[in-house]
Each structure stands twice: as structure tokens, then as C-alpha cells.
């Protein structure tokens, strides 16, 4: 086998959030009622645009989750060996993008270096200028003529491509049928499909030249170690995805089964509950996730041998902030979970299950839980764009995810200096908050329909 | 103009009138596809009059309040149609201009007295901005008139009342508020919107007799809006009958009782429960109020009417008669009576007089009361405060009271929903209040509950078939999936529904249809007695009578007892065999339910009962007023809880409860009046 | 009140007893003073004898729980959990792992925090009370669509991004007002105008959406019907009726966080240099001081239990249904 397959922490847990999506999605399928919500999603334009931009995200994040140690070595060689580190399928993709590291700084689409170097001339003589890129614009002369058309053609080529594969995909998901495409575009289906089709479009055109024109420049410049910053916005996706989806997942078992039965028993369990998530709700969240997150620091510090790679340590440090975030965040989930299952309890059809002699536990399973259902999903889409947020905070202020893990917080905090610098540099910045703000901004568009169709108190 | 539509053309007629509506269309929702809640309404309203206008939920008739006020929700707009006040038309005005119409020459009170005033601002102050805003008289005299208000509605201690803020009122208070409220604009029209609807039989009479009362003092006419028929009676001088969207009577009161026009009156008289319907089933108006997002080429009522004939299904129904009094409909007056030569089908009283199956003696339900540092137990709500009760095997017992008298607590204390604080629960012998865990549950399908809202009784998550079979599985019987599935088609069929009702969802039925699945709900474990909590009170009339009709019939065929908590007298005078009456936590009279309800010996049952509202305006009673509200079950009254509020009250009544005298094999009392050396000293 | 006030205060202790033993448990049983002091010392090749110096020089140099070595009240008293734990409940903070004393640090500290975090919570508060009165008087019309539209975006911004550009922007650029620093006095206004604006527009994307929400809940209510069936101008409704039903939540929104005030930002304090306990905070965790971290999360918790307790009073003023007993 050409590589070893890796399953990291965090990517079981991605492998079982799909599971669960994927189950949730069959069990809703063949439930009318549970599938209308998501058709008024289905129905929104708004909602069709953002969860274009989403899955592009999810795409690449995916990509980005399967791991793997490759092959080392010649091929020849008997014993097969692996190198310890550890690679994934987005990584093989981006090939070029992550090995073609330039020395430091340099501007989006720049062939030169962005400060000045002394460099020996071919006789012998030095001057201080600034240096040629060892990758970016090397396949043009050395004064770089006809930049801007290279640059053009590029990312036309590039579009043409990707708009290519976009009809394709859209004749596959047509079955071949002329009629349906036609129907799909001029948004005479009964959803707008057509918003979806043309976003994509627009998405995968942009997409397509930037990821051409990656392959001969650095489209976003490097920082200050040379890498692409391009390919580290792209790497950072996974981190933000994470930090938003297996932290909600990681705190969401105790937030329903304590919230639900804090409401529906009261008494003695509904004051112990309380206490609970009083006593973590009075600790100010920055500092818990401090205080646990330099607990944490030092117990892998002091026990650096416990761990194979680097990666798995940083990917360990990425799940425990998930679940110091989680410990943070269920306490409102649980709160509310609470006051519906109190209104619930009294309902008509609890009494009556009551009546029947219906034991606790499957009233909690068949009355209560699937009636607060829409409040935990609700929960769940509107936490993720503030944990997407919450990430690049905490890792400014070095209680985030691990520095070696990329992410758009890191990447804020090491470029956040250089703005001092005469000129500024300022492309990792902004890279790291466009690719953030689009992910967050589709987030909170999608949670906005999300909430309208599933909350029955909005609907007049 | 439809030739056949009442002739408005007349201009005579409009300024005779105060308000006239001239084809009124308002339409909700989208604009493809508008839900026609009002759909060509004409009528007049003379100056000084009141016009009441009748009609099951959903027909349209508060959003043609709302369309005079100019009030209607976002989506809701006027297509067609004027309103003309005094002459005047409002749709003309402009927004600020209707302002000073809104609240001043018309009023307008809501049914929901709890939530219609800002809990944030004292009540006078709510009724002050009425003042300024219109009554330019007294701008500078805001305060005294607000008291002058609260005086003529017949708030008590006004000067301190204007002080206080809603929730210190109670709901018949709020009411009265929203009454000066509308007042202060010295208005032509008020409209009331189902005023008393939310409000206890008692304060409905007190509500209603000020409601004349102004009427007499200030000259303006009333625009009621109203379900009941007893109202109707009551108060109108003319009524108009609602349905799906249209008016398809206009009557004066005494002709509408004495000859309904309509196919549909007619029928909705037939299906109000009586003492004298015992022995027959009621009336109902089969199948359901068509949709109203389609325009109609024929009759709306076509489809439930028993008369329907073929123009019926092809033609839009004509308005026969004058304006002021006509009814729309293809057939004549003299075809019109031909109604109800058929008899519907007639399960009489079952004869109930077993054993007792239930017996509850001093059943007590306290709910405590924490104060204090340590949140100590300050007192209790002494919901249920020593009940007896019998409910003999095969027959029906009435609880009647007033919201918040503890009957729903005792309903669900004999069903251990709340265990009770003291007392015997004795059901067939075994003490139910002693029993838990394993022995309770396999007791539980023994007794069963219907509830009062169809809506809210069944979980919006299930399908019928598991909402029926929920019992079955809990109590390990009915066999298999498939044994139970036919059980549950079997039981469907039994209530009157399809067996294909099994796989579809709760909010896919009416609240009709909603209330038999309950019934095939409580059945499926095959109970012995079941407690009805206000079975029928969320229910239009119509489709009450299907509800009671099936229950009658059930107890025939299955000899159930029924415990039937409500405060519905007249469904109780048609469906119970016994009734206890019960004020504050007690039961005050108890008896054979004719007795009771033809001679009452406790004042409160008298006053209860000449309050209810009958449904024939040539019957004029003598309403008993009571007095304030009903005290709070923390700190209830000394002596006898009825006390404070009883036009009869004796030194005696304020200083011990008085002892339960028996008269008769059942009949019991708790009054010092039937006390016999009691009764003489009053006498003297 | 009073008995309630009391039994309020009583509720307290348990829970601050449960946050400081959460924290201990955090801070000693997780990693031992030995690990921590290997830790400050720098590397695994640290001598015992280094390690049991830096523990005595501040005060870890304790068995956790129970001191065998001593004799009747020392047994407990001269124990880590007493001295570094328990103490807390005194605002005993001791000295931070440099040697600083706390109490005097917080004492000094809470005043630059209050003053940038007052203003920006009053000015936010009136900003978005405005813009979302005006969404919630246009509502279902187009100004009302882009408003929420304009506020879903800006809260998707990092907050990070509002104060990088916003120092970029105005310190440097066009160089209105220093970038960071602070002083006390008449000119400390020069250096709070820059944090309170950034702060406040940070914050107006989902303050402005919250409260348009909770004027619209208002809005359909029934009182409000009964409001315009008087006649009322669709202002005095919104001012009168509205404004003031939904300020019950607002303001109980507001009281809660006004003791945490004290402790300031995190984020805008340490960008802008502000000397507040906010950066206090910040420059604890990136020296690792634990005492200060420890010290600041038993404060934020006292702070956040008064926050609920000032809620629940100011209740009693704002809305007249409730009533303590």
C-alpha cells in the first residue's frame, strides 16, 4: 500500500457526526412532519446561497480529515516503511501549494520577495535588492513581463475549467435529462434549486481560477516562513469546522438528558441540575477555558512522551478545546431544555401518557425529547458561526487550538504584528478573516432560515 | 353589484344607519392564494341598537371587527367592500384621520381580558390615554373623568383601583377596564369581540347587565360578536348568523328564535344540549366548514346541509328578504321546515344506578406554599379541601364549578395525576391513594382521562395509531403489532372515524375529529370510568353534539361511569345523572341532577344557574348578582367559604362551616340555610 | 426583599464553594505543584532541589489536603488547600507566582476596566436601542430587510478584525488619537474614544438584531392591539407600550453584567494597552501566573452571582408583576 491510514481523534468523531447526520437525514425522510421545516429551508434563496458556500467549506474540510502516514523510502525496497508523519488527502491535492515555500513575506501575486536581501551577483558582487521567488511567477522572465496577462489567463482558464465540471456535475444530478436543467436554471422547480445552481457556479468559477492561478504564483502571498497563505487559509478550514460541529456534539448529550430531566422530574433533581450548571455558568467562560487550557499545556508538556507526533498532539489539544468549549457552552442549551420540558411535563398528552401507567423514561423518549428536538438543532446552527468566532479569539490569546494546527486564529496572531511594518503586510490578515467571515456569514444566514422554519412560535 | 345581494344602493337607508357594511370582502395570506375570511358582507347597524353577530370559530366574524377597526394582522387586507360610519366611509380616511375614529366614535373590547391591557402600566393610566386622545371635554380634568370611568363600570374603590396595574385585577375586573377604556372615547359603536368568552358564567352575567346598562345610559349601539346562543338571546335587538366568510342570516332576535330562517340556524339549535333532548340524541351538522382559500360558484353549506338540492351545488344562493332581515339561501321559507323531520339517531340516558364504583371520601389536595429564609412551608393552596363523592358503575356525575373551584384537581387526584394530601380514593374497593409503583400502573387502565383541548391532548409528534396504541403497549396488552393495529382500526371505528385515520398525524383533523381519537384513546385499555375534563369546552356547538352524542352512546353500550368536570349547564342538564356543585375547594350541593337544577337549595347553585345565559329571549330571568370574585384558595374565607359573596349570608355562615345537611336518598347540602334550627332563625 | 436578599446570599456560598473546589481540583490535582514548578523553571532538567525551592518561595511547598506534620488547626490551616483555596472567600488573594500582591493589583486595575467598559456598554446600549426601534417602526419594509441583513453581517466580522481595523484605521492612518497606552485624569479620554467606538460597533450587528426581536415579540401582543383600538399614533405605541414592556428584558440583560464590568475586556483591553484587570488577565495567562487566574475566576464568579442577584432585584423595579418574598 502507497500510505497508512490514520484515524485521528477528532476524525472519529467527524466519521460519527456523519453517521448521526446521515441517520438523522434517513430517519426525517420518513417523517412528513419532520421533513416540512427543512423544506421551508429548501424554499429560502437565502438559505439555497449559504448552504452552497457551506458545503463547499465541508467539502474541503472533509478532504482535509482523511489522513494518513505515506510511503517513505524507494518503492523497491522490501520492508515497506511509513513516515511518521502525517499527511492528508487535501494536502496530496494541494501537492504544490504546500511544498513550494518561499524564505519569508511576500505579496499576493508578487515575484520578489517583500523586503530587500543582499544577494551575490553571478560576478561575484552583492547588491540589496529585493530577491526573485524561488516558485511564485518562476515560469516568467526575469523581470516578470506580461504579469498581468499570465495572471488574466490564468484565472480565466481556470474559471473555463471548473465551470466545466460544474455542468457536468449538474447534467449528472439532472440524470441527462435536457428538460430538467432547463427547469433547474430558469428556477421554474418548485424550490429555487436555480439560486443553488448559479452560487455554485459563481463559487466553483472563483474558486477554479484562484486554485489555477495557485499553481504558478502565490495568490495571497506568503508569511513570514514562506508558506502559502492561500493554502493555510484553505488548511484552517478543518480547525473552524471542527471547533464548531464536535463542540456542539460533545456537550450535547448532557445538555438534553440533564435539561430534559431537570424539567420533567423537578424537585431534588431539578435543584441539583441547577446548581450544576450555575456553578459553571458563574465562572467567566475566557477564564475556565484558560485556566483548563494551561492545565492542559502543562500535563502535555510534562508528559511530552505520551504522544507519537506533533499532529496528535495538536489534534488532542483540538479536541480537548472542543470539550472545554462544550463544558462552557451547554449550560444555556440546558437552561432552555429545562424551561421546555417544565412546559411539557404539564402537557395534556404527557398527563394522559401518565394515565396509562407510561413508565418516566419513555415518556422522557416519546413525548419530551421529540418535542424539544427543534430547540437542540436550533441550538446547534447557532452556536457553530460563534464557535467559528470564538476560535481565532482564543487562539490570539494563546489559549486556542495548538500553534503547530493551522488555523485562522493563529494565522491573525502571527500576522497581527507585522502591521507595524512600513509597508504593512497585510494579506494573511485578511485572508484569514474573509475565508472566516464568508464561513460564518453563510453560517448565520442558513441558522436565520433554519430557526424561522423551525421554531412554530415565528410562524404566524 | 349582484342583483341578488341586499339592495345598498339606497342612500335613505345609510344615514339611518350608524355603521353599514356594503360588501365587505377581507382577505388574508398571500395574495395567489388569499384565505377570504370575510367574503361579501353587508349589513346596518341602527344607532343605539345591538347587533350580535353569531357564528362558529373561524368564520370571519372578529375580522370584520377587526376590518372596521382597520386592525387586521400584517397579511390581512380589505379587497373590496366600503364601511360607512354615519355616512361617512372609513376605508376613504387616511391613516391619521382613522385614528381619532379608532377608539373614539368607535370602541372596541377584546376577548382576552388577561393579555389585552399592558401589564406595565397601571390601569388608569391605560384608560387616561383613551381620554386625551379623544374626549376633548375633559382634557383637563384627565383623573377625575378616569375615575368617573372606572365608577360607571362598576369597579369598586375607583380612586385606588386607577393605581393599580393588571395583574392585581381580576379577569372580569380587566374586562370591566377594557370596557371604561373604550368608554373614555365616548364611542357610537362598540364593538365586543367574544367579551365574555374568557370569563366565568357568574362574571359573564355581570359583564353582559353592564354592557346594556351603558347601552341605556349612553345611547351608542353594540356591535357583540359571539359563539353562544344564550348571548345571542341575551342582548341582541338583531343578529346576524356567520359562516365560512358570509353572512346567511339577518334576523331580529324574536324572529330568529321563533323561525330561523336558514337551514344552518335551524340546525344549530337542534344541536344545543337540553334537559329535555335527554332521551335523544342531539342534532349535528355532519362534515366540516369548507376551506376558504378557493372562491365558491355555489352554496358553502351546500355539502352539510340535509336539504341540499342540485342548484344547491351549482349556483351561488340568492338573499331572500330585505336587507334588514333575509336569509341567503336557494330554498323557500316554507321548504326551509321541511328540516329535521328526520330523527336522528337517539341513545337515551343510560339508567345509572349500580354500585358505586368510585367512592372518594374527604379527598384533600394541598399544594404548599413557600416563604421565608429557608423557604419554609408558609401555607397551602388548599385546592381540594374535603371532597365526597360517589360515582355509582354505568352512570354520569357532573362537577360543575367556577375556574379555579379545584374540580380539574379532583379529576386528576382520583386519577393519582396528583397524589392527594389526605383522604380515600376508593375505586372498586381498593384505596388509590395508597397504592404506587408496579400496582398503580397495572390499575391505570381501570380509569382513563379525556381532556378539554383537542390540540394540545395528543403529542404533535405521533402517529394516531401510536397515540391510540400508547395505552395498549404501556399496559402489555392487545398482543402484537398487528393484533394491535386491528384494535386500533376496530376502536377508530367505533368513535366514528376511518380506519385510515390510524396513519396520519393529529393536526391533520379537526378539533372534533381530534376529541373522538381521544375517546378511542382512553377506551383502548377498556376502562371502567373515565374523567372528562371539559371535554366539549373547546368545541364550536355543532360539533359538540357529535362529541356528546358518542359519549352517550358509549356509556349505553359499554356501561362506562363517567366523571364530567365542566361548567357547561346545559351539558350537564342533558348528559348527567347526578352533579355536584363545588365552590372553593368543596362540594356545596350535591344531588339527582334534575333536582338540582330545577330547585337548587345552595345560593351559590342558584346564583350559578340564573347567571347561565338561555338560549330563548322571551325567557326573562332574575339574575342573581354575586358579589367580587371567587377568594383564593390560600387564605379562604372563615365559616362558610361562600360567605363574603352571599346575598343570604347569616352570623352564623361567618363563623363555621356549615354541617352537610341530607335531604333526600342523595341529595346533600352544605349551606346553614338547610340546616333546620338554622332555617328558623331566619325565618324569625 | 430582605429575607430574600439573604436567602439569595446563602444560595451563594455553595456554588462559590463549588467553584473553588472545581478550580482546585483545576489547578493542584490535574497537574501537582511539582509539575507546575518544573514547568516555570523551564524544561524537564530541572533539579529536585530547584523545584522545591520555587515551591517554598511561593508557598506550594504543602501537602494538598491534610498536614500531618502539624498539630490540631495547623493540620488544616497550613495546607494548600487552605492557604490558596479557602482564603478566596476571605478576597485573601495572596501573591501572584511573580510576587505581586493581588488584592492591590485588582484594586488598582478595576478602574481603567470600569472606564472603558461602562461607557461602552451605555453607548452600545443606547445605539442599538435606537437603530433596532427604527427596524422594529419599518418593519416588513425594505429599510427593515437591509438593517437585518447589514446586522447578520457585521456579526459575522471577528471581533478581532473590528478592533484590528479600527486601530489601523484611526491610529494609523489618520492618526486621530494614540493607538494604545492609557492615562488617568482629564486626557484618559484621548485614549478610552478609540476602544468604546471599536467596542460599540462591534457590538451592533447582534445587540441591534436581539432587541429588534424582542420589540417585535412586543408588537404582537394583545395589549398592543388594544393600544392602537384606542387610537394611539404607531409611535406613542412604541414608545409608550412597547418600549417599555420590552425593556424589562433588556435592562435585566444589562444589570446582570454590570458587576463583571469590573473585570473588563479581555481582548480590547490588551489591544489597547488599557492597565485594566482584563489585561491583567490576558498577561497572566501568557506568563502562566496561575494564583492571578485562580484569583480572577473566584472574582468573575462573586461578580457573576451579584450580576444575578441585582437581576432579580432589579426586576422587582421594572416590571410591577414581580414581587420577592
Same mark, same amino acid.
Given at each position: 500500500m502507497p500510505f497508512q491510514p490514520v484515524i485521528l481523534w477528532t476524525d472519529a468523531l467527524v466519521y460519527l457526526l456523519l453517521v448521526l447526520a446521515a441517520g438523522m437525514l434517513w430517519y426525517t425522510r420518513g417523517h412528513e412532519h419532520l421533513m416540512q421545516p427543512w423544506r421551508r429551508v429548501a424554499g429560502s434563496r437565502t438559505a439555497q446561497a449559504a448552504l452552497v458556500v457551506l458545503s463547499s467549506y465541508l467539502v474541503i474540510g472533509l478532504l482535509d480529515t482523511l489522513h494518513f502516514h505515506p510511503r517513505t523510502g524507494d518503492r523497491e525496497a522490501a520492508d515497506v516503511v511509513y513516515s511518521t508523519e502525517v499527511s492528508s488527502l487535501f494536502d496530496v491535492i494541494a501537492g504544490p501549494l504546500r511544498t513550494q515555500r518561499e524564505k519569508t513575506y511576500s505579496a499576493p501575486f508578487a515575484i520578489h520577495l517583500f523586503s530587500k536581501e543582499t544577494i551575490e551577483k553571478a560576478d561575484g558582487t552583492t547588491v540589496r535588492d529585493y530577491p526573485r521567488l524561488a516558485y511564485g511567477g518562476a515560469h516568467l522572465d526575469a523581470h516578470g513581463t506580461g504579469r498581468l496577462a499570465d495572471i488574466l489567463g490564468k484565472a480565466l482558464a481556470g474559471a473555463v475549467k471548473w465551470a466545466l465540471a460544474w455542468s457536468l456535475l449538474l447534467v449528472l444530478l439532472c440524470r441527462f435529462s435536457r428538460a430538467r436543467i432547463l427547469r433547474l436554471l430558469g428556477g421554474r422547480m418548485r424550490n429555487p434549486w436555480h439560486v443553488a445552481a448559479w452560487s455554485a457556479l459563481l463559487l466553483m468559477g472563483v474558486f477554479g481560477a484562484l486554485w489555477e492561478m495557485a499553481g504558478y504564483y502565490h495568490v495571497l502571498g506568503t508569511d513570514k516562513v514562506g508558506e502559502d497563505v492561500f493554502f493555510q487559509s484553505l488548511k484552517s478550514i478543518r480547525t473552524g469546522l471542527i471547533i464548531g460541529t464536535l463542540t456542539t456534539l460533545v456537550m450535547l448529550p448532557a445538555a438534553i438528558l440533564l435539561g430534559i430531566m431537570a424539567g420533567y422530574f423537578r424537585g431534588w433533581v431539578d435543584d441539583l441540575i =441547577? ?9 467567566? #467562560?475566557?477564564?475556565l477555558i484558560a485556566a483548563a487550557v494551561l492545565m492542559m499545556q502543562i500535563y502535555m508538556s510534562n508528559h511530552a512522551d505520551d504522544f507519537n507526533s506533533l499532529t496528535e498532539r495538536a489534534d488532542l489539544r483540538l479536541l480537548f478545546l472542543c470539550l472545554i468549549l462544550g463544558v462552557t457552552s451547554w449550560t444555556s442549551l440546558c437552561r432552555l431544555l429545562r ?5 411539557? $411535563?404539564?402537557? *395534556? ?5 401518565r394515565a396509562f401507567g407510561v413508565g418516566h423514561f419513555r415518556i422522557l423518549l416519546r413525548h419530551v425529547l421529540p418535542n424539544v428536538m427543534h430547540i437542540v438543532l436550533i441550538a446547534v446552527v447557532l452556536d457553530f458561526s460563534g464557535l467559528v468566532l470564538a476560535e481565532a479569539v482564543l487562539s490570539y490569546i494563546s489559549i486556542g487550538v495548538d500553534p503547530a494546527t493551522n488555523s485562522w486564529g493563529n494565522m491573525i496572531n502571527g500576522a497581527r504584528l507585522e502591521l507595524a511594518r512600513e509597508p504593512v503586510v497585510w494579506w494573511s490578515l485578511l485572508a484569514a478573516f474573509g475565508f472566516m467571515f464568508t464561513l460564518v456569514l453563510a453560517a448565520n444566514l442558513v441558522s436565520d432560515v433554519v430557526r424561522d422554519a423551525l421554531d412554530p412560535r415565528l410562524r404566524q | 353589484m349582484n342583483p341578488s345581494e341586499p339592495a345598498m344602493n339606497d342612500r335613505s337607508a345609510d344615514t339611518a344607519s350608524l355603521l353599514t357594511l356594503d360588501g365587505l370582502a377581507t382577505h388574508l395570506g398571500s395574495a395567489t392564494q388569499p !384565505?377570504?375570511?370575510?367574503?361579501g358582507v353587508s349589513l346596518q347597524i341602527r344607532r343605539g341598537e345591538t347587533f350580535v353577530l353569531l357564528g362558529e370559530s373561524g368564520c370571519g366574524k372578529s375580522m370584520i371587527a377587526l376590518s372596521i377597526m382597520r386592525l387586521l394582522p400584517h397579511s390581512g387586507r380589505i379587497v373590496a367592500g366600503d364601511i360607512l360610519l354615519?355616512?361617512?366611509?372609513? $376605508? ?9 375614529? $379608532? #377608539?373614539?366614535? !368607535? ?15 397601571? @390601569?388608569?393610566? =391605560?384608560?387616561?390615554?383613551? @381620554? $386625551?386622545?379623544?374626549d376633548q371635554r375633559n382634557r383637563h380634568r384627565v383623573d377625575e373623568r378616569v375615575v368617573e370611568l372606572f365608577r360607571s363600570v362598576g369597579i369598586p374603590d375607583p380612586q385606588r383601583r386607577v393605581h393599580e396595574y393588571p395583574h392585581q385585577l381580576s379577569g372580569g375586573m380587566k374586562q370591566r377596564v377594557m370596557i371604561a377604556m373604550a368608554l373614555g372615547g365616548r364611542p357610537d359603536l362598540l364593538i365586543a369581540d367574544e367579551p365574555t368568552t374568557a370569563l366565568d358564567v357568574t362574571i359573564q352575567a355581570q359583564v353582559l347587565d353592564l354592557l346594556k346598562q351603558l347601552q341605556r345610559e349612553t345611547g351608542m349601539a353594540i356591535l357583540l360578536i359571539t359563539h353562544d346562543l344564550g348571548v345571542v338571546a341575551e342582548m341582541a335587538d338583531r343578529v346576524g348568523v356567520m359562516y365560512a366568510g358570509q353572512l346567511l342570516e339577518i334576523n331580529d332576535v324574536a324572529g330568529f328564535f321563533a323561525r330561523p330562517a336558514h337551514p344552518y340556524s335551524r340546525k344549530l339549535f337542534r344541536s344545543v344540549p337540553k334537559a329535555e333532548k335527554r332521551d335523544q340524541g342531539l342534532d349535528v351538522i355532519p362534515g366540516m366548514v369548507p376551506a376558504l382559500n378557493q372562491p365558491f360558484d355555489h352554496c358553502r353549506f351546500a355539502d352539510r346541509c340535509e336539504l341540499v338540492e342540485q342548484r344547491c351545488r351549482t349556483q351561488l344562493p340568492p338573499w331572500r328578504g330585505a336587507a334588514e332581515s333575509g336569509y341567503r339561501c336557494h330554498l323557500d321559507p316554507d321548504e326551509v321546515k321541511d328540516l329535521g323531520s328526520r330523527v336522528p339517531a337517539a341513545p337515551r340516558t343510560a339508567q345509572g344506578a349500580g354500585e358505586a364504583l368510585l367512592d372518594v371520601r374527604q379527598l384533600k389536595v394541598h399544594f404548599p406554599v413557600h416563604k421565608g429564609v429557608l423557604r419554609r412551608v408558609a401555607g397551602f393552596v388548599k385546592a381540594v379541601d374535603g371532597v365526597d363523592l360517589s360515582i355509582p358503575s354505568g352512570s354520569t356525575v357532573a362537577l360543575v364549578g367556577e375556574s379555579g373551584c379545584g374540580k380539574t384537581t379532583v379529576g386528576k387526584a382520583i386519577l393519582q395525576l396528583h397524589r392527594p394530601t389526605a383522604g380515600q380514593v376508593l375505586f372498586d374497593g381498593t384505596d388509590l391513594a395508597h397504592v404506587a409503583g408496579a400496582e398503580l400502573r397495572r390499575l391505570r387502565r381501570e380509569f382513563q382521562i379525556i381532556f378539554q383541548d383537542p390540540a394540545s391532548s395528543m403529542n404533535p409528534r405521533m402517529l394516531v395509531e401510536d397515540i391510540i396504541a400508547e395505552g395498549l403497549v404501556a399496559q402489555r396488552i ?9 384494535? !386500533? *382500526?376496530?376502536?377508530? *371505528?367505533? !368513535?366514528?372515524m376511518p380506519a385510515g385515520a390510524a396513519d396520519r398525524y393529529p393536526h391533520e383533523f379537526s378539533g372534533g375529529q381530534r376529541q373522538r381519537i381521544a375517546v378511542a384513546r382512553a377506551l383502548a385499555v377498556q376502562p371502567r370510568l373515565i374523567v372528562c375534563d371539559e371535554p366539549t369546552s373547546a368545541l364550536d356547538v355543532s360539533v359538540q353534539a357529535q362529541v356528546l352524542n358518542l359519549l352517550k352512546e358509549l356509556q349505553l353500550e359499554l356501561g362506562l361511569s363517567y366523571l364530567f368536570i365542566t361548567h357547561n349547564i346545559s351539558v350537564v342538564a342533558y348528559l348527567a345523572h347526578e352533579v355536584a356543585v363545588m365552590y372553593l375547594g368543596r362540594i356545596v350541593e350535591y344531588g339527582e341532577v334534575g333536582q338540582v337544577l330545577r330547585e337548587p337549595l345552595h345560593p351559590y347553585t342558584r346564583a350559578l344557574l340564573s347567571a347561565v345565559p338561555v338560549p330563548d329571549p322571551g325567557h326573562r330571568r332574575a339574575v342573581i348578582k354575586l358579589e367580587g370574585d371567587m377568594p383564593s384558595p @390560600?387564605? &379562604? ?9 352571599? %346575598?343570604?349570608? /347569616? ?6 362551616? &356549615?354541617?352537610v345537611s341530607e335531604i333526600g336518598p342523595v341529595r ?7 340546616? %333546620?334550627? =338554622? =332555617?328558623?332563625?331566619? #325565618?324569625? | 426583599m430582605t429575607a430574600y436578599i439573604i436567602r439569595r446570599l446563602l444560595y451563594a456560598l455553595p456554588i462559590l464553594i463549588g467553584v473553588n473546589a472545581f478550580t482546585f481540583v483545576l489547578f493542584f490535582v490535574v497537574n501537582s505543584p511539582d509539575d507546575m514548578a518544573r514547568m516555570h523553571l523551564g524544561g524537564k532538567r530541572v533539579t529536585d532541589q530547584a523545584i522545591q525551592g520555587w515551591k517554598e518561595e511561593h508557598g506550594y511547598a504543602k501537602p494538598l489536603l491534610i498536614n500531618r506534620e502539624r498539630q490540631g488547626s495547623d493540620m488544616f490551616t497550613e495546607t494548600i488547600l487552605f492557604e490558596k483555596s479557602l482564603r478566596l472567600f476571605l478576597f485573601d488573594f495572596g501573591q501572584s507566582d511573580s510576587g505581586r500582591d493581588i488584592s492591590h493589583d485588582i484594586s488598582q486595575r478595576m478602574w481603567p476596566s470600569l472606564a472603558i467598559a461602562l461607557p461602552t456598554l451605555l453607548v452600545g446600549l443606547a445605539v442599538n436601542i435606537t437603530f433596532a426601534l427604527l427596524l422594529a417602526f419599518f418593519r416588513a419594509t425594505y429599510l427593515d430587510l437591509w438593517g437585518v441583513v447589514i446586522c447578520v453581517a457585521m456579526m459575522s466580522i471577528s471581533s478581532l478584525f473590528y478592533i484590528i481595523g479600527g486601530q489601523f484605521l484611526v491610529g494609523k492612518l489618520l492618526n486621530l488619537v494614540p493607538i494604545s497606552g492609557y492615562d488617568t485624569g482629564v486626557h484618559a479620554w484621548k485614549f478610552m474614544i478609540l476602544p468604546v467606538i471599536v467596542a460599540v460597533i462591534g457590538g451592533i450587528g447582534s445587540g441591534t438584531r436581539w432587541y429588534r426581536t424582542l420589540f417585535l415579540e412586543e408588537i404582537h401582543r394583545d395589549y398592543v392591539r388594544s393600544a392602537r383600538a384606542k387610537g394611539l399614533s404607531e409611535q406613542r405605541v412604541l414608545f409608550r407600550h412597547v418600549l417599555r414592556n420590552a425593556m424589562i428584558p433588556i435592562l435585566t440583560g444589562v444589570v446582570v453584567v454590570l458587576p463583571l464590568l469590573f473585570i473588563g475586556s479581555l481582548l480590547t483591553e490588551s489591544f489597547f494597552g488599557i492597565p485594566g484587570l482584563g489585561s491583567y488577565t490576558i ?12 484569583? /480572577?475566576?473566584?472574582?468573575?464568579? @462573586? ?10 432585584i432589579s426586576y422587582t423595579m421594572v416590571d410591577p408583576r414581580v414581587r420577592l418574598d
Open positions: =441547577q446548581y450544576l450548571y450555575t456553578t459553571l455558568n458563574s465562572i467567566p #467562560g475566557v477564564l424551561g421546555e420540558a417544565l412546559k411539557l $411535563r404539564d402537557l *395534556e398528552y404527557v398527563q394522559a401518557a | !384565505v377570504r375570511a370575510v367574503d354615519d355616512g361617512q366611509s372609513l $376605508r376613504a380616511l387616511s391613516e391619521a384621520e382613522m385614528r381619532s375614529e $379608532r #377608539g373614539g366614535r !368607535v370602541g372596541m373590547i377584546f376577548q382576552e381580558p388577561m393579555t389585552s391591557l399592558n401589564p406595565v402600566m397601571t @390601569v388608569g393610566e =391605560q384608560v387616561a390615554e383613551a @381620554v $386625551r386622545l379623544h392487545g398482543g402484537n403489532r398487528a393484533q394491535r393495529r386491528s384494535l !386500533v *382500526e376496530r376502536l377508530l *371505528e367505533q !368513535v366514528g @390560600v387564605d &379562604p374565607p372563615s365559616g362558610c367559604h361562600f360567605h363574603p359573596r352571599c %346575598p343570604d349570608a /347569616m352570623a352564623v355562615c361567618r363563623e363555621r362551616y &356549615p354541617q346533600r347540602v352544605a349551606c346553614w340555610l338547610t340546616v %333546620p334550627g =338554622q =332555617q328558623r332563625q331566619t #325565618g324569625s | 498577561d497572566a495567562i501568557n506568563n502562566q501566573d496561575f494564583a492571578i487566574v485562580r484569583a /480572577m475566576v473566584f472574582l468573575g464568579a @462573586v461578580l457573576y452571582i451579584l450580576g444575578l442577584l441585582l437581576t432579580d
